[in-house]
């Protein structure tokens, strides 16, 4: 009977999930209310966890909960901490989810809501949770070795040194791309620039609590650190209105983008104590409540998604980036589909830390539907904003003009309505200057969000601080990211530097932390002000190429997945793996070539340099712009430079991995497995494994 | 009636436990019990009062704690995009 009642639901969640898909792909030429979205990407994430992480734990990996875990074996209180199940998927989910599931679904609405809704289903069920969970199982049987240290054993020496180039790479793109999305939010905003400025000292107010009065009191401090915040987005308007504290807090893009790079080099350089956790601290706690508040929001308002299924700019001629929906769309949402950046937290500290290997399908498989849940939700807020608003936001002024009415103008051409006066108004209702021309998609997004959340509190007398929390918490987090990664970064540089020029290498020298700094600040910084001086936006360039590395970095990942399954004996299963690889390498290795080669300069690099140069030799460049658009000219080639070498690189990983596959086939060597020895479980018997330790308790060793 | 508070007041206990597990609030005291557990390897500089484990390595201040979490934390990759 228990059988029956199961199946009876578990068909009829997959019914409903059938169905609100079919609803949302069928729905033409009117709005379609947001709850189909809620009810066809939650039955879908519910199946596809029953089964799918099901069929993928017992017959693919065969996780085996008798085994102790590294967090059991090597305990020792600081990097092996067992860690209750719930409290770990919480951990992972905090490391994983970053500013990208927002950002670019909110970008690729530019194709309609249709094509990012449903590749962040698809792409996630299939693609990222299956990359997360193997690649957290591999490293968790490694003893919590990372990805380059397992690409280096099961590959081959040279993809452990590729996957290390590749992180150092995509780091320094996404870097770049963060602080580009916080420029342009921040962009002529005083009222937005005050607010985050704010969060420097009251960061560095928190580091002292914590490291001198309270250590270690991390909620106390916490709790402190977001009162004030919010106290900041409040006191944020009455600066915004008074002309001499406005005129201090309002600066032009190269500006911000400066302050950025000098506010990176900062963090880096810093103690830790003192602002980059503190700071991560309070970016956790703002990030976890704006996303439960935005779930809510959603559930509760039920807002009507304007944009249509399809927009015109499936043809490749966007004015948010340029590109076909094949293969733009599926790199333009990597974080909340696919992300290679994924399996570095699940290759870093989570696998150090699960108490039990049957904990790593709830925590790889389901922090990844939460975090895809998140794309969702963005993807929903961005496509309540009527079509005309959210490109007018998104769209840079070399492509639609800078003033309401000629936006409006460009904006009714493509067949979407846009009312100048209802622009101007809408800024004035938010307490900006402007709208227009925000690319990036954080204000399209903080607008979104602002709707949803006056829709429920307030009404339109707090569209305005809404916004602006929206907009606080968006570059809060960005800016912890760019903090953290400015850090690894350096770490990365002293690592690699240290092998040329033995000095670089020392971690403790206070002359090698400052120089290496320098570097990684240098690298991402040079590519953040040539994105805000681009009068393409920068994000046209910049997000395909971040997306490009991002995705190149999941297929290492599932290069070196499939490499194990195959020396595992478990040939049957390969394609578990190696569907959702194969169809990595084709969009990336698509999407490269025309991001170089294109003759479109909206989207080949090379093209945009080639007109460039044209333009600088007719004469037809000003005279006080000759320096930018050099400047401009080197930056796009150097974008397809480094796009190739990239390409390169998983070229020749990629032909490596198929030489180890054909000898394992081929019998012509046995495969070698580095897993760590078995050892047997102290905890439980395995039966129970995966129940003990409840809530509220802490092993200890010895166990059950 | 009873019961029901009871439950309540249980979940709520869980909720403050879960949250302290997963801010790091509760971190110094998970660190105390597995090092008096005898199972802590980690030999520090910073000793303080003589406190040892059981296995008679130095047990480290909460203070001390904090920075050296802090130091293990951000040396590598901790937030994704």
């Known amino acids: 009977m228990k059988r029956v009642a199961k199946f009876a639901v578990w068909t009829a969640l997959a019914l409903t999930g059938a169905w609100g898909i079919a609803t949302i792909a069928m729905q033409r030429g009117e709005p379609i209310n947001a709850t189909w979205f809620v009810i066809a990407a939650g039955c879908t994430y519910l199946v596809a966890y029953r089964f799918y992480s099901a069929f993928v734990a017992a017959r693919v990996l065969s996780l085996d909960s008798t085994r102790a875990t590294p967090a059991e074996r090597l305990d020792d209180g600081r990097d092996f901490v067992p860690t209750h199940k719930w409290v770990l998927l919480g951990h992972h989910f905090a490391a994983i989810a970053g500013p990208g599931p927002l950002v670019g679904p909110t970008l690729a609405a530019q194709f309609g809501y249709l094509p990012g809704t449903l590749w962040l289903i698809a792409g996630a069920v299939l693609g990222g949770c299956v990359q997360d969970f193997v690649i957290l199982f591999f490293s968790i049987r490694r003893d919590g070795k990372s990805l380059g240290q397992m690409a280096r054993e099961e590959v081959s020496r040279r993809g452990g040194f590729i996957a290390q180039i590749a992180v150092l790479a995509i780091m320094v793109i996404l870097l770049a791309v963060i602080g580009l999305v916080v420029v ?10 005050f607010t985050l400025a704010m969060t420097v000292p009251i960061a560095m107010l928190m580091g002292v609590y914590l490291r001198v009065w309270r250590p270690g009191r991390v909620l106390e401090a916490s709790a402190l650190g977001v009162v004030l915040v919010m106290l900041a987005v409040v006191t944020g308007q009455w600066v915004a209105d008074v002309p001499q504290w406005a005129r201090l807090f309002t600066l032009s893009g190269p500006a911000l983008a400066v302050a950025i790079i000098i506010y990176g080099f900062a963090a880096s350089a810093l103690p830790v104590w003192l602002l980059l956790a503190p700071r991560d601290y309070l970016s956790a706690f703002i990030k976890v409540a704006a996303i439960l508040a935005l779930a809510g ?18 043809d490749g001629n966007g004015p948010v980036f340029a590109g076909k929906i094949f293969p733009f769309c599926f790199i333009t949402i990597a974080c909340g589909a696919v992300s290679g950046f994924h399996a ?15 904990h790593a399908r709830l925590v790889g498989y389901g922090a990844m539907l939460m975090e895809s849940f998140v794309g969702v939700m963005a993807m929903v807020a961005a496509c309540a904003l009527t079509p005309g608003v959210y490109f007018a936001i998104n769209s840079p002024a070399a492509i639609i003009g800078a003033t309401p009415e000629a936006a409006a103008a460009t904006i009714s051409s493509w067949g979407y309505v846009l009312d100048p006066q209802m622009m101007r108004q809408l800024a004035q209702m938010v307490g900006e200057q402007t709208l227009l021309n925000r690319a990036g998609g954080a204000p399209s997004l903080a607008l979104g969000m602002a709707q949803i959340f006056s829709s429920t509190i307030g009404g339109t007398r707090l569209l305005g601080i809404w916004y602006h929390f929206a907009i606080m918490f968006e570059a809060l987090f960005i800016l912890t990211v760019l903090d953290a990664g400015t850090r690894v970064g350096r770490f990365m540089v002293q690592d690699l530097g240290g092998r040329f020029w033995k000095p670089l290498g020392h971690k403790s020298s206070y002359t090698s932390i400052l120089l290496a700094s320098a570097l990684i600040v240098a690298a991402w910084g040079h590519f953040l002000y040539q994105g805000v001086v681009d009068p393409l936006g920068g994000i046209n360039s910049l997000w395909p190429l971040f997306g490009i590395a991002n995705q190149l970095l999941a297929t290492v990942a599932l290069v070196v997945a499939t490499t194990i399954l195959l020396k595992m004996g478990r040939l049957r299963w390969i394609w578990v793996t190696l569907v959702p690889m194969a169809w990595l390498v084709i969009i990336t290795m698509t999407a490269s070539y025309q991001k170089i080669f294109d003759p479109n300069p909206r989207i080949g690099f090379l093209a945009y340099a080639n007109v460039l140069t044209a333009q600088l030799a007719a004469g037809k460049i000003p005279a006080d712009r000759i320096a930018e658009t050099s400047r401009l000219i080197f930056n796009q080639r150097l974008d397809a430079a480094v796009t190739a070498v990239l390409v390169l690189m998983i070229l020749v990983l990629l032909v490596e991995a198929c030489w180890q596959w054909y000898t394992i086939l081929s019998r012509r060597s046995a495969p070698a497995l580095h897993e760590s020895p078995y050892v047997h479980t102290r905890w439980t018997d395995a039966s129970t494994a995966g129940t ?3 809530i509220g308790e802490t092993p200890t060793g010895g166990g059950a | ?32 019990r597995s090092a008096r557990a005898g199972r802590s390897s980690h030999r520090s500089g910073n000793r303080r009062n003589n406190c040892r484990g059981n296995d008679g390595t130095a047990i480290l201040s909460r203070q001390e704690f904090y920075l050296d979490s802090l130091r293990r934390k951000y040396s590598g990759v901790n937030r994704c995009c």
Do not use: H
């Open chain 1, 184 to 193: 342009n939010a921040l962009r002529s905003s005083p009222w937005a620039t």
């Open chain 1, 297 to 314: 929001g959603i559930l509760i308002v039920r807002p009507a998604v304007q944009m249509p299924a399809f927009t015109r700019f499936v």
């Open chain 1, 344 to 358: 570095l937290i699940s290759s870093g500290t989570t696998p150090k830390m699960i108490m039990c290997e049957g």
């Open chain 1, 692 to 694: 003990v330790p409840t």
């Open chain 2, 1 to 32: 009636m009873l019961a029901v508070s009871s439950k309540v007041r249980r979940g709520f206990a869980g909720l403050w436990w879960w949250l302290r597990q997963l801010s790091g609030d509760a971190a110094y005291e998970s660190y105390l």
